[in-house]
T-cell receptor, first 112, second 113 residues
Framework: DQQVKQNSPSLSVQEGRISILNCDYT??????FLWYKKYPAEGPTFLISISSIKDKNEDGRFTVFLNKSAKHLSLHIVPSQPGDSAVYFC???????????FGTGTRLQVFP | DSGVTQTPKHLITATGQRVTLRCSPRSGDLSVYWYQQSLDQGLQFLIQ???????AKGNILERFSAQQFPDLHSELNLSSLELGDSALYFCASSVGPEPMRLFFGSGTQLSVL
């Protein structure tokens, strides 16, 4: 049972344009959401997070949007840079089980 | 550098064997988490330890076990290995018991032949 879904396995965006990565979840007990970035041969690194009491959180070029009614999370990267090319994982924490559940990841490629 | 150290980086073994993966958390972190990443799969949560005690359990097989030692390092033991156990195993750590922001090691790539 995949509680956190990233339906797009890959995304290709031109440098300077906006990258939008999407994530859907099914568990209404999720109260905290995170995005991680992973480069090859490295572990995932934290990017940005959002609590369920907010609908937007911004950090530089990265903005996360949360739509609780749709159980949908998105990460916007503006402007996209070649160094953003990586696999992006969304993750959600359930307040009743206190586990962090990850999606399957979306591979972003930013080309010149 | 996340501050989380995993050893070994690569491990090649045969079916039926037993291996031990080791993790040293960031200085000051009391929680250690183990995740498994198989091909085309997300990060599957296996188990969490907090200050030496098991705190949360995920989809960990009975053939797998883990522990956290008094110095807070952790070991993941995988036994009776099968081909399907081939995966990237990540360790992560956090300061407190709640899985908020985790810091990941670079992983151990296990290949079962």
């Amino acid at each position: 049972d995949q509680q956190v879904k990233q339906n797009s396995p890959s995304l290709s965006v031109q440098e300077g344009r906006i990258s939008i990565l999407n994530c859907d979840y099914t568990n209404s007990m999720f109260d905290y959401f995170l995005w991680y970035k992973k480069y090859p041969a490295e572990g995932p690194t934290f990017l940005i997070s959002i609590s369920s009491i907010k609908d937007k959180n911004e950090d530089g070029r990265f903005t996360v949007f949360l739509n609780k009614s749709a159980k949908h999370l998105s990460l916007h990267i503006v402007p996209s840079q070649p160094g953003d090319s990586a696999v992006y994982f969304c993750a959600s924490r359930s307040y009743n089980t206190d586990k962090l559940i990850f999606g399957t990841g979306t591979r972003l490629q930013v080309f010149p | 550098d996340s501050g989380v150290t995993q050893t070994p980086k690569h491990l090649i073994t045969a079916t039926g064997q037993r291996v031990t993966l080791r993790c040293s958390p960031r200085s000051g972190d009391l929680s250690v988490y183990w995740y498994q990443q198989s091909l085309d799969q997300g990060l599957q949560f296996l188990i969490q330890y907090y200050n030496g005690e098991e705190r949360a359990k995920g989809n960990i097989l009975e053939r797998f076990s883990a522990q956290q030692f008094p110095d807070l390092h952790s070991e993941l033991n995988l036994s009776s290995l099968e081909l399907g156990d081939s995966a990237l195993y990540f360790c992560a750590s956090s300061v407190g018991p709640e899985p908020m922001r985790l810091f990941f090691g670079s992983g151990t790539q296990l290949s079962v032949l």
